[in-house]
């Protein structure tokens, strides 16, 4: 059973910056972040390929967020810069016990607990 555990989030002000974190303990193939705000759907934010050749994001986090791992440390990042208050929500690091990569949360099998992110105007 592959256990998930975030770090990072916190507050910040309009068009700071944010580094989440995650750590995977056993085999995870693609790691990726998915967000929640309050009355929302779960929102796709970020995917990245074991290898971390290819990543993908959501059209909401395009060119200010980027997701990058390290398979040696079993870690997979999120880093959020130009964060606007429509960022504000609950991160949570999600991975798959396949080679499947996708936006569609139900195919992750593993997900952390999730870690809340504030971003104030």
């Known amino acids: 059973q592959v256990q998930l555990v975030e770090s990072g989030g916190g507050l910040v002000q309009a068009g700071g910056s944010l580094r989440l974190s995650c750590a995977a303990s056993?085999?995870?193939?693609?790691m990726g972040w998915f967000r929640q705000a309050p009355g929302k759907e779960r929102e796709f934010v970020a995917t990245?390929?074991?290898?971390?050749?290819?990543?993908y994001y959501g059209d909401s986090v395009k060119e200010r967020f980027a997701i990058s791992r390290d398979n040696a440390r079993n870690t997979v990042y999120l880093q959020m810069n130009s964060q606007k208050p429509e960022d504000t929500a609950v991160y949570y690091c999600?991975?798959?016990?396949?080679?499947?990569?996708?936006?569609?949360?139900?195919?992750?099998?593993?997900w952390g607990q999730g870690t809340q992110v504030t971003i104030s105007s």
């Open positions: 056993g085999r995870t193939y693609t």
């Open positions: 990245i390929t074991k290898s971390a050749t290819s990543a």
């Open positions: 999600t991975a798959t016990s396949t080679w499947v990569i996708t936006q569609d949360h139900s195919m992750y099998n593993y």
